[in-house]
């Protein structure tokens, strides 16, 4: 947990350093992916107490939904389900995840819901592609966010065991580097034992 806290901190105060420790955390998720969801419990109701209870801030309804970090794509999945009219993409650095959230795909012919490997500090969409950016247990790189959120979407950051969660960031933090990328908080909350912060992007002018 102390190693994540870490990683999160380094992520929000000092992002060009990234670099130095994204191949370890690729190699750590890489080897940790066969049996995550069993180990974690990801996809239970409470590792996605907080998400639910965050998706009732967001508003209106998005169209286009990223989930950065998305693992085995359990929360993925459940924006899918929530929004079953918008386009879903999940991204994740490892690609033994991807893989296996890629798997849990149905019969999907339009393509709505889409797993790739990516990097959070370099997302592969252009500017302002997403109406809905959100995250579970993922640190936050404020400037990539902003950068493909669209003026007036939403942000949800989750954390499904509150400060407990090994990759979290103190709602104080989210604050600050929102707040830096004109993205202003909405509320947050708890849920089980998580926490879930809202916030929204400012209209273009």
């Known amino acids: 947990?102390?190693?994540?806290?870490?990683?999160?901190?380094?992520?929000?105060?000092?992002?060009?350093?990234?670099?130095?420790?994204?191949?370890p955390v690729t190699r750590f998720f890489d080897s940790a992916a066969a049996g995550w969801d069993e180990r974690t419990g990801a996809g239970s109701p409470d590792h996605l107490a907080p998400l639910a209870a965050g998706v009732?801030?967001?508003?209106?309804?998005?169209?286009?939904?990223?989930?950065?970090?998305c693992g085995t794509g359990a929360g993925t999945?459940?924006?899918?389900?929530?929004?079953?009219?918008?386009?879903?993409?999940?991204?994740?650095?490892?690609?033994?995840?991807?893989?296996?959230?890629?798997?849990?795909?149905?019969?999907?012919?339009?393509?709505?819901?889409?797993?790739?490997?990516?990097?959070a500090s370099k997302l592969p969409y252009p500017d302002a592609s997403f109406d809905l950016v959100a995250q579970v247990n993922m640190p936050v790189f404020f400037a990539e966010v902003a950068r493909v959120l669209r003026p007036g979407g939403t942000v949800l950051i989750t954390a499904?065991?509150?400060?407990?969660?090994?990759?979290t960031t103190p709602g104080q933090t989210l604050d600050g580097g929102f707040a830096r990328h004109g993205i202003e908080a909405l509320d947050s909350g708890e849920a089980a034992a998580g926490t879930w912060f809202c916030a929204r992007k400012a209209d273009a002018a």
């Open 1 to 23: 947990m102390l190693a994540g806290h870490a990683i999160s901190k380094l992520v929000a105060r000092a992002p060009w350093l990234w670099p130095l420790i994204r191949r």
């Open 56 to 69: 009732l801030r967001v508003e209106p309804e998005p169209e286009r939904i990223l989930d950065i970090g």
């Open 77 to 119: 999945l459940f924006l899918a389900r929530e929004y079953p009219r918008a386009r879903i993409r999940g991204v994740d650095l490892s690609e033994a995840m991807i893989a296996r959230a890629t798997a849990k795909i149905g019969l999907d012919p339009e393509a709505r819901v889409a797993f790739r490997v990516g990097d």
């Open 160 to 167: 499904s065991l509150g400060d407990e969660t090994p990759f």
